[in-house]
């Protein structure tokens, strides 16, 4: 079964000829081989991508926009030019549709201190699902406090998977915003948000994508979601911390105020009255994080040549696999079993703790993480605390998951 999967799989790309383009995968912690199935917390980063910030502080560290200069002006254009890569990456209609920010949590923050201050009122309805990360629950709770709005959430059913039926309850005129994870970080569940964002549309609602597990796993187009904005975080995508993309509809960017205040996002300062640049300027105030930003760039080249059909083929099987042998280890629940997931296994042992199972496997070089997720509200559907938690890249192995088979079975035997 293995070896046929692998066959077909090895037509598809070469894993271990991937595996060498990631310098960290090949270490060694306390004399085991490092087996990293934290995915969905953070990735590793190719050499290209490394190299990439190597580059720019050796050869042409600048601040970019203000400068004349030479090194300037070739920062200005790497920087500008990843945002370019990212608007084809994702669809988007034009670069300055694309805002950098730090990560997904300040995108939605930003949407929600914007949009949802200039547009949400006493009454108004913002709609979630169970399975949201914190970062897309709090920010929205934050502007309803401040704005008397009502948070509605979607529930989901025992596998994991919203319930459309629910949903078509819960939207109404009053739904102002609809803001969904593209992909649970929790349980891996693919939310349908193509048909989700469709019907938020029918009720006038701007729907806000979290995406930061959706990019590293699925071709996205926002064009053909339709979304009205969708944010995701490089440091998940194999590109640097801290650096991170709001797409926005270029109408709505232009229509919502800025939000940090500075430098670079003005046209025109007095102490009487600033006046603003144009998006996407208008929201990157102060100097950007422009090595990270370049190097997301590099990231998305090297993604782009693995080809996301062809990760999202291999992940879907090694996860299927994963999924076969999993709850074949005795006492092992496994928490999320949508249809349509990527490589997030949550799973919990009726009678071991997750934090224990989770140093248990770092004793034998398996990075995975334990605990709620930053998704408590989906723990608490599911009636734990947390779950051990691995998760699945394109350079992941059936060997691997294999290891962490073989340590599970023997955690539960000690
Ligand atoms: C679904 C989801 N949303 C938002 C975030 C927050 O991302 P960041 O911490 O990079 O801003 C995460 C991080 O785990 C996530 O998985």
């Given at each position: 079964m293995v070896q046929y999967m692998q066959l077909e799989l090895s037509e598809l790309f070469d894993v271990s000829a991937i595996r060498k383009d990631f310098p960290l995968l090949s270490q060694q912690v306390d004399g085991k081989p490092l087996i990293w199935l934290d995915n969905a917390s953070t990735t590793q980063k190719p050499q290209s991508v490394i190299d990439t910030v190597a580059q720019f502080y050796e050869q042409y560290n600048s601040n970019v926009h203000r400068a004349v200069h030479t090194l300037g002006v070739q920062a200005t254009d790497a920087y500008e030019g990843a945002r370019e890569k990212v608007q084809r990456f994702i669809g988007a209609n034009c670069a300055s549709e694309i805002i950098f920010v730090r990560g997904t949590t300040e995108g939605i923050n930003l949407v929600a201190q914007t949009y949802g201050r200039k547009y949400i009122r006493e009454g108004d309805e913002i709609v979630l699902s169970t399975l949201e990360h914190h970062s897309n629950i709090v920010p929205w709770q934050m502007l309803a406090q401040e704005t008397g709005a009502i948070l509605k959430v979607i529930p989901v059913s025992d596998r994991g998977e919203i319930i459309l039926e629910e949903y078509t309850q819960i939207l109404s005129s009053r739904t102002r915003i609809v803001s969904l994870a593209h992909?649970?970080?929790?349980?891996g569940t693919i939310l349908p948000i193509q048909e989700m964002i469709k019907m938020a549309h029918q009720y006038g609602a701007r729907v806000v994508i979290d995406g930061a597990q959706g990019v590293p796993h699925k071709c996205v187009n926002v064009q053909s979601l339709d979304c009205d904005f969708y944010a995701f975080s490089g440091h998940k995508m194999f590109a640097p911390l801290g650096i991170g993309v709001l797409y926005g509809k270029q109408e709505i960017l232009e229509d919502i105020p800025p939000w940090h205040g500075g430098g670079s996002m003005i046209r025109s300062v007095s102490f009487e009255k600033t006046t603003y640049e144009a998006p996407p300027a208008k929201f990157e105030a102060g100097t950007p994080s422009i090595a990270d930003a370049i190097a997301l760039g590099a990231a998305i080249d090297y993604l782009t040549n693995l080809g996301m059909s062809n990760i999202a083929q291999y992940e879907q099987k090694l996860t299927y696999y994963a999924m076969e042998q999993l709850p074949q280890i005795p006492g092992l629940r496994l928490i999320g079993a949508a249809k349509d997931k990527v490589g997030v296994l949550s799973f919990v042992f009726e009678d071991i703790p997750p934090t224990e199972v989770g140093q248990l496997l770092a004793l034998e070089g398996i990075a995975v993480r334990a605990g709620h997720h930053c998704a408590q509200p989906t723990m608490q559907r599911f009636g734990v605390t947390g779950t051990v938690r691995p998760s699945l890249a394109f350079y992941n192995t059936y060997e691997e998951i294999d290891t962490l088979v073989e340590v599970l079975r023997k955690i539960r035997c000690n």
């Amino acid at each position: 079964m293995v070896q046929y999967m692998q066959l077909e799989l090895s037509e598809l790309f070469d894993v271990s000829a991937i595996r060498k383009d990631f310098p960290l995968l090949s270490q060694q912690v306390d004399g085991k081989p490092l087996i990293w199935l934290d995915n969905a917390s953070t990735t590793q980063k190719p050499q290209s991508v490394i190299d990439t910030v190597a580059q720019f502080y050796e050869q042409y560290n600048s601040n970019v926009h203000r400068a004349v200069h030479t090194l300037g002006v070739q920062a200005t254009d790497a920087y500008e030019g990843a945002r370019e890569k990212v608007q084809r990456f994702i669809g988007a209609n034009c670069a300055s549709e694309i805002i950098f920010v730090r990560g997904t949590t300040e995108g939605i923050n930003l949407v929600a201190q914007t949009y949802g201050r200039k547009y949400i009122r006493e009454g108004d309805e913002i709609v979630l699902s169970t399975l949201e990360h914190h970062s897309n629950i709090v920010p929205w709770q934050m502007l309803a406090q401040e704005t008397g709005a009502i948070l509605k959430v979607i529930p989901v059913s025992d596998r994991g998977e919203i319930i459309l039926e629910e949903y078509t309850q819960i939207l109404s005129s009053r739904t102002r915003i609809v803001s969904l994870a593209h992909v649970s970080n929790g349980l891996g569940t693919i939310l349908p948000i193509q048909e989700m964002i469709k019907m938020a549309h029918q009720y006038g609602a701007r729907v806000v994508i979290d995406g930061a597990q959706g990019v590293p796993h699925k071709c996205v187009n926002v064009q053909s979601l339709d979304c009205d904005f969708y944010a995701f975080s490089g440091h998940k995508m194999f590109a640097p911390l801290g650096i991170g993309v709001l797409y926005g509809k270029q109408e709505i960017l232009e229509d919502i105020p800025p939000w940090h205040g500075g430098g670079s996002m003005i046209r025109s300062v007095s102490f009487e009255k600033t006046t603003y640049e144009a998006p996407p300027a208008k929201f990157e105030a102060g100097t950007p994080s422009i090595a990270d930003a370049i190097a997301l760039g590099a990231a998305i080249d090297y993604l782009t040549n693995l080809g996301m059909s062809n990760i999202a083929q291999y992940e879907q099987k090694l996860t299927y696999y994963a999924m076969e042998q999993l709850p074949q280890i005795p006492g092992l629940r496994l928490i999320g079993a949508a249809k349509d997931k990527v490589g997030v296994l949550s799973f919990v042992f009726e009678d071991i703790p997750p934090t224990e199972v989770g140093q248990l496997l770092a004793l034998e070089g398996i990075a995975v993480r334990a605990g709620h997720h930053c998704a408590q509200p989906t723990m608490q559907r599911f009636g734990v605390t947390g779950t051990v938690r691995p998760s699945l890249a394109f350079y992941n192995t059936y060997e691997e998951i294999d290891t962490l088979v073989e340590v599970l079975r023997k955690i539960r035997c000690n």
